[in-house]
Nanobody
C-alpha cells in the first residue's frame, strides 16, 4: 500500500508557473506507475500526465502537452508536475495517483490517491 500527499498548489496569474509535488510513503514506490489527474467544479476527474516506473516513459493529455512536465525521483519517493504557461482552464483540484500495473487513462482504474491540491489560474 502507498500513501500520497500533494503540495505546491496555489493562485497564479495566466501565463505563470507552478510546480506540484507528491510525496509517497512505502518501500515499493518503484513498482507503481504514477500520475496526475485533475477535477474542475462540475466536471469529471481527468487524466493530465503519467510516468512509468523508471521514469523513461511519460504520457500527457493533449490539453497540457508542451506546457506540463511530469517527473519522478525514485530515491526520494517523489513525483512532480511542472506546469508552465498556465491558463484559466487549468484551474482544478490536482490529484496524485499510483497504479499497480501499467499505464491507464481513466481515473477509476488507479489504485491510490492523494487528498488533492487546488490550483487556481486567475488575474
Amino acid at each position: 500500500q502507498v500513501q500520497l500527499v500533494e503540495s505546491g498548489g496555489g493562485l497564479v496569474q495566466p501565463g505563470g508557473s507552478l510546480r506540484l509535488s507528491c510525496a509517497a510513503s512505502g518501500r515499493t514506490f518503484t513498482t507503481y506507475y504514477m500520475g496526475w489527474f485533475r477535477q474542475a467544479p462540475g466536471k469529471e476527474r481527468e487524466f493530465v500526465a503519467t510516468i512509468s516506473w523508471s521514469g523513461s516513459r511519460t504520457y500527457y493529455a493533449e490539453s497540457v502537452k508542451g506546457r506540463f512536465s511530469i517527473s519522478r525521483d525514485n530515491a526520494k519517493n517523489m513525483v512532480y508536475l511542472q506546469m508552465n504557461s498556465l491558463k484559466p482552464e487549468d484551474t482544478a483540484v490536482y490529484y496524485c495517483a499510483a497504479r499497480i500495473g501499467g499505464n491507464a487513462w481513466h481515473w477509476s482504474t488507479w489504485d491510490y490517491w492523494g487528498q488533492g491540491t487546488q490550483v487556481t489560474v486567475s488575474l
